[in-house]
């Protein structure tokens, strides 16, 4: 098949496209590499700043259509593909509704559905957006809200989502809100990873354990890095012989790679049931993941034996219990790293998962 990607969060369309290459298919990719993390992609279609940097962009997706035509795919990683303003997305996308085969949704991150669904319909028991009946009120969760909610960008997503060939999510907590809506055109499929040459269960420094944590400044309260952040200190601060913190802002993904190797374990997303792309990858190294490992997470897969996810509540009192245990019983460690290589093997493996896209999109 021929394959159009069109955008990128956390490295989800290139590592898909890696893998439906080597199963045959031509791939195109193209995106902003998101943001700051500058993933890679085959046409770049990054933006600069201020109102010049949206002509230039408008003017280059134009002069780049003849390229977006022809395919037997297409697949968008979010209703905001390019970055453009909801308005201007329309037209992008009927153009490429009108010249390809199929074209489909992903539902990957931060959208109307997700955002209507945890603050009012409340399928999870904790979210971005809730924790049990609660709506959240900081100042993050409540910009993605009015963004979102009664806005050109909530038309934009019903409109793609109601004309697509069907819809993708890359995590349970996705597929419990859009299954809420499309129950017969959403399907659930597992975040492509590209197994290391080389993944190891040994320990970098088995007198201490080392904790990787990442902090992208524009979304740490929303993410529940801070509270993390804050738990993770304060264990090191009480065991200081016994750990390691090792703290990482903001970096572009290859870097970022780097600065994680030799790690035993890492802080990830708060409200999260999941582990995302960067906790996945990390887990395909031998690192354990310390974030969302809720039941759910395992039924959905099919999973009833690897438990490789230290699981938290999304309180600090939860996180400190959870990260402090791990320090003060090391003897877990090498098992958990062993079962969160076996895990991604198992489940995300980015072939395995090119060839369910596949299936899905045929």
Known sequence: MKILLVGEYSNVHATLALGLRELGHQVTVISNGDFFKDYPRDIDVTRKPGKLGGIRLMAKLYSLLPKLRGYDVVQLINPIFFELKAERLFWFYRYLRKHNKRVFLGAFGMDYYWTYACTYEKPLRYSDFNINDKV????????????????????????????????????????????????????????????????????????????????????SAYKGTDIMLRAAEDVQQKHPDKMQLVKVESVPFAEYQKLMEGSDAILDQLYAYTPSMNPLLAMSKGIICIGGGEPENYEIINETELRPIINVAPTYDSVFHELEQLVLHPNRIPELKRQSVEYVRKHHDYLKVAQEYVDFWS
């Open 136 to 219: 959240r009120t900081d100042a993050e969760a409540t910009h993605y809200q009015s963004d979102w909610l009664g806005t050109t960008k909530e038309k934009l997503n019903k409109m793609i989502a109601n004309d697509c060939d069907g819809i993708i999510a890359g995590l349970y907590e996705y597929w419990a809100c859009y299954q809420l809506a499309f129950p017969q055109k959403t399907t659930f499929i597992p975040f492509p990873i590209r197994m290391p040459e080389h993944s190891t269960t040994d320990r970098a420094d088995a007198s201490r354990t080392i904790i990787f944590i990442g902090i992208n400044r524009e979304r």
